[in-house]
């Protein structure tokens, strides 16, 4: 688990689409003010509105919070999404799945996970379910 070192920059429900597009907003903002490359950004941000756009769809409702997060000299930000919906069964074979195969162009958990540097998921039948995906800060030299 990723221990949250920094200060708490985004505490929002996700309980509708509308809060997907809320969350993918203030995530991105959040970034651009950290000096994210476009790149890191738009990965991150589509990893935040697959795993929001999962609680809505599988859960129905629940939370998304960020902040700053610190490792050694690292600097990045840290997405927890969290629900206490219906949980994930066989987790493992739904990490392992492909993103990009066949028709779908949907990311999934794998795909997520894919898109961020540090990422961990915690679900029980019945009880609920939390991923974590964090982005470290690049220094991009200017040339
Ligand atoms: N927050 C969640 N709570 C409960 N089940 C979940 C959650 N997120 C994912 N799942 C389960 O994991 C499966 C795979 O989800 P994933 O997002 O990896 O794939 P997907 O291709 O986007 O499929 P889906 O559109 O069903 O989410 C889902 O079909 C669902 O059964
Ligand atoms: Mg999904």
Known sequence: MI???GGELISIPINSYED?????QQVRTKMEE???TLIDQSMTVAAVSEL???????AGRGTMSASCEERGTKRGITCVFEDAGPGIDDLEKILQKKSGAGMSVEL???GSRNLSDEFSVKSSI????TVS??????????H
């Not at 019945?126 to 379910?129: A, E, F, R």
């Open 52 to 58: 929001a756009r999962n609680i809505v769809i599988h």
């Open 108 to 110: 999934g958990l794998s």
């Open 34 to 36: 950290m000096g994210y």
């Open 20 to 24: 997907v597009v809320i969350a993918r």
């Open 3 to 5: 221990k949250t070192s």
């Open 126 to 129: 019945g009880k609920g379910t």
């Open 133 to 142: 995906i964090t982005k470290w800060l690049r220094i991009v030299p200017l």
